[in-house]
């Protein structure tokens, strides 16, 4: 996401040379949406994938609809005709002939989930997309998704400064063999240490905007980042390997993955190396201390409407 919008100005040939060296490193899951830029991200993704398509699990959605008069502006759409058609124009964005993992980005309100799933389902028989995905559902919602057709995959927000889903999510989706894709596993950047005040983020970066980056909110969270860097310390690590490493130590059967979004190599490569560091039960036991349930203050976005419907 960040590549194209939201978080500051990008950079297309360091974003392309990001997305080949995590190939390069292993990494097989790349994450976009139609959304993001709005369209253009997924053109950047599907052009530096074009002689490697079949090393990637390729994940996109969609649902979110952008109101042209209003950069912040959004709304939702879950009606079948629109889920063809989204699905056909995210393929000529990607240049390919299938979608690995397709998303419903937001659950429309308006449009039973059934018939948005149903409509889906048929991309799936036409042979466009492989398994889908729903993502910030909520649980009942999920369960009669599921009862459609199999749902491959949860995608949420899940970290240290966000485990709400702990709750009743988790237990769902473990019940029914759902996995759970885990975004803004570093807290939209909060629990790397690196963002020391608000004014540091530019103009155009939409963490401005976010509850949890504002006023007393960002000083309180600070709180817990100065806990999260502590650890880090202990383990020779980052913030955010320690943050990655907590995610991927959440992850039993079936799977969590976090999916952290950089648009730089250096950062890339010291996310892939989280996957290094070990967890005591000991370890984990004082990152929940310091780090549990309701710890961070604020919203997760300005509008929390259309979230765990």
């Keep these: 996401m960040g590549m194209s919008e939201f978080y500051g100005e990008g950079d297309e040939a360091e974003s392309t040379a990001t997305i080949h060296l995590a190939l390069d490193m292993g990494v097989t899951l790349l994450d976009t949406a139609d959304i993001y830029g709005p369209f253009t991200n997924e053109v950047l993704v599907g052009q530096a994938i074009a002689e490697r398509r079949d090393e990637v699990v390729l994940a996109t959605k969609f649902g979110i609809v952008r109101d042209p008069q209003n950069p912040r502006g959004r709304g939702v759409n879950g009606r079948p005709e629109y889920v063809h058609a989204s699905c056909d124009a995210s393929l000529r964005r990607l240049s390919t002939d299938h979608i690995d993992l397709y998303y419903q980005h937001r659950v429309d309100p308006d449009v039973p989930i059934e018939e948005t799933v149903g409509a889906m389902a048929e991309l799936v028989d036409a042979g466009k997309v492989r398994f889908l995905g729903l993502s910030e559902a909520g649980a009942e919602t999920i369960r009669r998704a ?47 240490g690196a963002i020391t005040q608000p004014e540091e983020l530019s ?104 979230v765990g419907i």
């Design 203 to 306: 103009e155009d970066d939409f963490r401005r905007h976010n509850p949890r980056f504002q006023g007393e909110n960002f000083k309180r969270n600070l709180a817990l980042v100065a806990r999260v860097q502590e650890l880090a310390r202990e383990h020779n690590c980052t913030p955010a390997q320690l943050a990655l490493a907590w995610v991927l130590n959440q992850s039993r059967p079936p799977e969590i993955v976090p999916i952290p979004g950089t648009k730089r190599r250096k950062y890339l490569e010291e996310n892939v190396e989280a996957t290094e560091i070990t967890l005591s039960a000991e370890d984990l036991a004082r990152i929940d201390e310091a780090a549990p349930v309701g710890a961070a203050v604020g919203d997760r976005y300005p509008d929390m409407s259309r």
């Design 146 to 192: 599921h009862a459609v057709h199999p749902i491959s995959a949860l995608q949420t927000e899940y970290s240290l400064w966000t485990r709400d889903i702990e709750e009743e999510i988790l237990p769902t989706i473990r019940e029914l063999g759902i996995g759970l894709v885990a975004y803004s596993p570093l807290g939209r950047g909060f629990l790397t």
